[in-house]
T-cell receptor, first 111, second 113 residues
Framework: GQQLNQSPQSMFIQEGEDVSMNCTSS?????WLWYKQDPGEGPVLLIA?????ELTSNGRLTAQFGITRKDSFLNISASIPSDVGIYFC???????????FGQGTRLTINP | GAGVSQTPSNKVTEKGKYVELRCDPI?????LYWYRQSLGQGPEFLIY????????DSGLPNDRFFAVRPEGSVSTLKIQRTERGDSAVYLC???????????FGSGTRLTVV
């Protein structure tokens, strides 16, 4: 099925570093969402974006809805050990209820 | 309940058998979704219920897969004649309405041997 192109696939960083990941699509989406998934758990919503160009923050997390509506990025500042996990972007097209997910970015933090 | 509850958390079945996976959404949530997540991949949409009716079942891979939500609350995903390729984590999510954000359950890990 259709999936968004998410990069990088994995990241290995030092604690305290900033992180940036992005997601691109060949289709336009009206909503972009960023989720985090821990092992054995379902994805948990981090940030939701509803308007092209929108920049939204949630604590150390900042996400932007690309102006073309075909991309989004997520930044994490000053990473801490509990940031470890898999991050997924997801898009929802106008009039649709289903989400289309990226393949995920696996974040590993070296203490 | 406080969250979306999925049972069982793990299911191992033999190829060719029938399985049922249950989802108990957050109380009052009218929208319910099923997704399938293969190893190393993001979740893929299967079916969406608004109330009792399946509003979009375009993600069901074939006619071996069926889902019901008879009273607009609990939903059951049914897989007939299971195949090894059906092995995955099956995630359920619910939302207050079709425009709200989802809350996912922890999933059912299905292994077909």
């Amino acid at each position: 099925g259709q999936q968004l192109n998410q990069s990088p696939q994995s990241m290995f960083i030092q604690e305290g570093e900033d992180v940036s990941m992005n997601c691109t699509s060949s289709s336009i989406f009206n909503t972009w969402l960023w989720y985090k998934q821990d092992p054995g758990e379902g994805p948990v919503l981090l940030i939701a974006l509803y308007k092209a160009g929108e920049l939204t923050s949630n604590g150390r997390l900042t996400a932007q809805f690309g102006i073309t509506r075909k991309d989004s990025f997520l930044n994490i500042s000053a990473s801490i050990p509990s940031d470890v996990g898999i991050y997924f972007c997801a898009g929802r097209a106008q009039g649709a209820q289903k989400l289309v997910f990226g393949q995920g970015t696996r974040l590993t933090i070296n203490p | 309940g406080a969250g979306v509850s999925q049972t069982p958390s793990n299911k191992v079945t033999e190829k060719g058998k029938y399985v049922e996976l249950r989802c108990d959404p957050i109380s009052g949530h009218t929208a319910l979704y099923w997704y399938r997540q293969s190893l190393g991949q993001g979740p893929e949409f299967l079916i969406y219920f608004q109330g009792t009716g399946a509003a979009d079942d375009s993600g069901l891979p074939n006619d071996r897969f069926f889902a019901v939500r008879p009273e607009g609350s609990v939903s059951t995903l049914k897989i007939q004649r299971t195949e090894r390729g059906d092995s995955a984590v099956y995630l359920c999510a619910s939302s207050l309405d079709s425009d709200s954000g989802y809350t996912f359950g922890s999933g059912t890990r299905l292994t077909v041997v």
